[in-house]
């Protein structure tokens, strides 16, 4: 979350979605201003993508195959 959050272009929303993830409450607080800007959508996207590199980096790191399926992607959503 954090960086997303650093990487937004704005500053005014760079710096309320840091604020967000500051506390108790801090994924909630996340979830409901990702929701209030409209980027939910542009977050889900960006979180998948940085799933996949860490699973693709230790699948590189441990020398274990694998084959990346875009297909499967598409049929979970």
């Known amino acids: 979350m954090e960086a997303y959050s650093l990487s937004m272009e704005s500053p005014e929303l760079r710096d309320e979605l840091l604020r967000s993830i500051q506390g108790k409450g801090a994924f909630r607080h996340f979830k409901d201003t990702i929701r209030r800007h409209g980027i ?14 860490i699973a693709i980096a230790w699948f590189e790191e441990n020398e274990i195959p694998y084959n990346r399926d875009e297909d499967a992607s598409a049929d979970e959503g």
């Open 40 to 53: 939910e959508e542009k977050w889900y996207e960006y979180r998948r993508a940085a799933f996949e590199a």
